[in-house]
């Protein structure tokens, strides 16, 4: 298995919504990761898991608040989004030491905030 | 910090060669990679160097040169689904699981 699956696909949100978004990966690995794309740009990393430790955050608003409840999981939960927001939410796992230079990526959430 | 840039947009012809350049500066990184993105889709690895010099797969190759800071991404007998954006990233390794990715070209393959 070398799939790292994403739900939703799609999410609509208003601004006072509360929503998750949810990745899970049984490759073993044990960093992951949450990047968010924008139309035409590159993926920008926001969040690193290592070991189900937070150990980057890339200066994110306190609006994104991600969460790792074991080896497999991970969640974003997102609370008074903004329009600017709206973009495609990835998530991605590698291996921690060694070689670990292939990232595997879900297939992405699309995200629109209204 | 980690700027990598690529040029936006390159076209080639179907069954020819191609190269994507990628020019970095950056504090320091492990290994750089090559990601395929086609529209709508998530990046999906292509190949790595950690070493300066060639590494080939199939119909792609990457180089890397660390003292020139470049790389580049050869795709041969250019197919027409090879149409699609392609990120170089820099990070990996035991403590550089940080990994950054260059501003992406989209490679348009005409038959």
């Known amino acids: 298995d070398t799939e790292v699956t994403q739900t939703p696909k799609h999410l609509v949100m208003g601004m006072t919504n509360k929503k998750s978004l949810k990745c899970e990966q049984h490759?073993?690995?044990?960093?992951m990761y949450w990047y968010k794309q924008k139309a035409k740009k590159p993926p920008e990393l926001m969040f690193v898991y290592s070991y189900e430790k937070l150990s980057i955050n890339e200066s994110v608003p306190s609006r994104f608040s991600p969460e790792c409840p074991n080896s497999s999981l991970l969640n974003l939960h997102l609370h008074a989004l903004q329009p600017e927001d709206s973009a495609l939410y990835l998530c991605a796992s590698s291996n921690r030491g060694g070689t670990n230079e292939k990232l595997f990526f879900g297939s992405g959430t699309q995200l629109s905030v209204l | 910090g980690q700027s990598l840039e690529q040029p936006s947009e390159v076209t080639a012809v179907e069954g020819a060669i191609v190269q994507i350049n990628c020019t970095y500066q950056?504090?320091?990184?492990?290994?750089l990679s090559w990601y395929q993105q086609h529209d709508g889709g998530a990046p999906t690895f292509l190949s790595y160097n950690a070493l300066d010099g060639l590494e080939e797969k199939g119909r792609f190759s990457s180089f890397l040169s660390r003292s020139k800071g470049y790389s580049y991404l050869l795709l041969k007998e250019l197919q027409m689904k090879d149409s699609a954006s392609y990120l170089c990233a820099v990070g990996g390794g035991w403590n550089f699981n940080k990994f950054y990715f260059g501003s992406g070209t989209k490679l348009n393959v005409k038959p």
């Open positions: 490759m073993g690995h044990r960093a």
């Open positions: 950056t504090s320091g990184f492990y290994g």
